[in-house]
């Protein structure tokens, strides 16, 4: 069970490594915003690359066709990875040794849906995927594995994403092999030391200039590509910036090099996309823009 692009690599490892699969479930295909097109997930085509059997409920609590559905199958094991619906007790109950998911973060930190944007707007040094079995609270089954890699300097969403995505695929026919052979152990999460990475809100795209520079970068980088702050009425996305030790009065640009003054510290942008247009590198933005030094960013 899984939607987005993080899953893909996942189920590929497990059809690849001859696993029997006897559905795939991810959510139903999307009208486009323009226009009338379908679009399918991720999962859903390369499930149907595969030529695996796909299923799309609109829900599965309380879907008595799927609850038949499933029971008919036997599961020996049902694996979630960025599926995004709730499993209740009677399907869980229905595959033989349980839904393991696969969790974007080191449990019990960051449950909930956006561990991996919520672990670079935090300034965290590590993350990684935890194997959880599922029960019906929030992320907070026991864990049986947790394989950690550290966040790298100026790492943004996107790439991060993919490498822990590449990992979860690398590791997840191991950890099924184990679950098969009875070697497995569970292990009761620290709840009292659980933190929450709520979904991301679109109002937390647009900067605050009067924020410290480094949450401003957690920010861009983890936001990514979608950080933004407008001027003269017009968009401006930040992909990527550096930490700078120069001060001034925050929105206020520095310097023709578009170094720009936070709350504390400033920071250097590197790439940057008007709306409507591609994005730039720096040197090339700077020949063409009308942002110029002593101009406030304050004033959209």
């Known amino acids: 069970m899984g939607t987005d692009n993080f899953a893909v690599p996942i189920l590929k490892n497990i059809y690849q490594n001859g696993f029997e699969i006897a559905a795939v479930y991810t959510q139903p295909p999307k009208k486009s915003d323009r226009g009338q097109k379908i679009t399918k997930s991720p999962i ?3 499930a149907e690359t595969l030529n695996l059997e796909v299923r799309t409920p609109e829900k599965v609590k309380d879907n008595k066709e799927e609850y038949e559905y499933l029971k008919k199958k036997n599961l020996s094991l049902g694996v979630i990875v960025s599926y995004g619906q709730i499993l209740t007790k009677d399907i869980l109950n229905l595959s033989k040794n349980g839904f393991i998911n696969l969790h974007a973060s080191i449990l019990p930190s960051f449950r909930g849906a956006g561990p991996i944007q ?3 707007m935090n300034l965290e040094k590590e993350t990684g995927i935890s194997v959880m079995k ?3 609270k929030l992320d907070a089954g026991d864990v049986s594995d947790i394989f950690k890699i550290n966040i790298l300097e100026n790492e943004n969403a996107q790439n991060l994403n993919e490498r822990l995505s590449m990992l979860a695929a690398e590791k997840i026919s191991d950890v099924i092999d184990n679950i098969f052979d009875g070697t497995v152990k569970y292990k009761e999460q620290d709840h009292k030391n ?3 990475a709520k979904k991301i809100d679109k109002s937390e795209s647009k900067i605050n200039w009067n924020d410290d520079a480094k949450k401003i970068i957690g920010q861009i980088n ?3 590509p ?4 407008i001027f003269k009425g017009v968009r401006y996305r930040i992909l990527k910036a550096l930490l700078s030790a120069s001060t001034g009065k925050p929105g206020c640009v520095l310097n023709e090099n578009l170094e720009i003054a936070c709350g504390n510290n400033s920071l250097k942008i590197l790439e940057i996309q ?3 247009k591609k994005a730039q590198k720096i040197n090339e933005f700077i020949l063409g823009t009308k942002i110029e030094k002593g101009s406030d ?3 959209a």
């Open 118 to 120: 919520r672990s670079i």
């Open 222 to 224: 983890g936001l990514f």
């Open 226 to 229: 979608y950080c933004y702050f």
């Open 297 to 299: 960013l304050n004033h």
């Open 274 to 276: 008007r709306e409507g």
């Open 44 to 46: 859903h085509v390369i």
């Open 194 to 196: 659980a933190t929450y």
């Open 134 to 136: 599922i029960n019906e």
